[in-house]
């Protein structure tokens, strides 16, 4: 039986043409790049502890960065639309196969939601907000958290952050200062940018104090805030030495924890995975502190923490887009446990640059051959009619 379908798999494949052969060839190249480069993406991914549909588990999946693209940053003509629709596509697809993969309880998405919504103009960013809400779609039972971004409302450089942003951007996505609850955890979103003083921001969160009956409370933020005023208080080429670094000084973070004393901190912004660990936090007469940065890009599968712990940790979420110019990029896992236990992993993504090279040097292969193909037409117009694997008898 193997050695009839082998006889008419080799018989088939000696009638090929060369332009069948080819349109074969570019199928099969497309299937690969856009199904199974990412079925075996899944493969490598860490294991995620099985569902136990429990009210002591709480998993979660995390978005960092998304940032989907808008019209002015990208060009002008059907190259846009295609750019455009290339990162949507890709955020899609990857987002729903992590979700799949997880089944989260909770989305915590920490910021930069639309790369152009601080500036954009109303009747764009509805579009964006549609476009975005498309390419995240959860299932009804799954809750969706919101943190904005200096992207959505401003706050960064020149772009300033102002109550009309806020309340735009409130009213698609919900309060930016808010406390959402799933089982027993409290997410709070206390909205602590760059440009805030810590005293304005606590002004706008202190009503949320009242709010915390969880057993575990989990900062969400879109920028870091173990590092807060570090660029003011040290020259940028001696706090960027390496990833690694380690700083003594007045904490200025302290405020934001004794008010709402977090057992751990979710934040975005820097595009790459790090951990902050503050050793001593939680001891709020200290005139100094101790904490600890470095990249998330070297370790094991699954990281595992205690928030009954008295060191204060900080994970930096990277970026799940292909445009924000870095190479690696991820969502995140959390599974909590009732007890306090936290496993927290990355979803490693496909290079989508490497398939687009990859895509250029194919149609680059065949305009080769359709040329090539064209110039023997012209130098030998009565040559035979060639198969793939030879000439036609
Ligand atoms: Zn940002």
Redesign the pocket.
């Known amino acids: 039986m193997i050695n009839i379908v082998r006889l008419s798999l080799n018989r088939t494949w000696k009638k090929l043409t060369l332009k069948q052969a080819m349109v074969l060839f570019i199928l099969s190249f497309v299937f690969i790049n856009e199904y199974v480069v990412y079925v075996i993406q899944e493969w490598r991914w860490a294991k995620v502890r099985p569902l136990r549909h429990s009210e002591d588990e709480v998993r979660l999946l995390l978005v960092g960065?998304p940032q989907i693209q808008g019209y002015n940053g990208e060009p002008p003509t059907i190259i846009g639309s295609i750019t455009r629709w290339d990162s949507d596509r890709y955020l899609r697809s990857t987002f729903r196969q992590a979700s799949n993969y997880v089944k989260p309880d909770a989305v915590l998405f920490l910021?930069?939601l639309i790369d152009e919504g601080s500036q954009a103009q109303d009747e764009h960013y509805s579009e964006y907000v549609d476009r975005f809400k498309e390419i995240f779609k959860s299932p009804t039972n799954v809750e969706n958290i919101y943190v904005s971004?200096?992207?959505d409302v401003g706050g960064?450089g020149g772009d300033f952050k102002t109550k009309v942003k806020v309340q735009r951007y409130e009213k698609y996505f919900g309060n930016s200062v808010a406390v959402q609850k799933v089982k027993f955890l409290d997410f709070i979103k206390a909205d602590y940018d760059f440009i805030t003083s810590w005293n304005d921001t606590a002004d706008k969160a202190k009503h949320l104090v009242k709010l915390l009956s969880g057993r575990f409370r989990i900062i969400l933020n879109?920028h870091g805030i173990l590092e807060r005023f570090k660029r003011e208080l040290y020259p940028r080429s001696e706090w960027r030495k390496g990833m690694k670094y380690k700083y003594k000084d007045k904490w200025i973070s302290q405020p934001i924890v004794k008010m709402f004393s977090p057992n751990f901190i979710f934040s975005a912004?820097l595009h790459l995975p790090t951990i902050h660990i503050c050793t001593d936090c939680t001891e709020l007469d200290k005139e100094k502190y101790q904490w600890e940065g470095n990249t998330l890009t070297d370790v094991p599968d699954q990281i595992k923490f205690d928030l009954n712990s008295p060191n204060l940790v900080e994970i930096i979420q990277p970026t799940c887009s292909y445009r924000m110019g870095v190479p690696e990029m991820a969502y995140g896992v959390a599974v909590i446990d009732k007890n306090g236990a936290l496993e927290y992993t990355l979803l490693w993504l496909p290079s989508r640059y490497i398939q687009l090279y990859l895509y250029l040097a194919l149609t680059i292969c065949v305009i080769v051959v359709v040329l090539f193909k064209l110039c023997i037409s012209k130098i030998w117009p009565n040559s035979r009619k060639q198969t793939f694997y030879g000439r036609t008898p």
Do not use: I, L
């Open positions: 960065d910021g930069d971004g200096d992207n960064e879109h912004h």
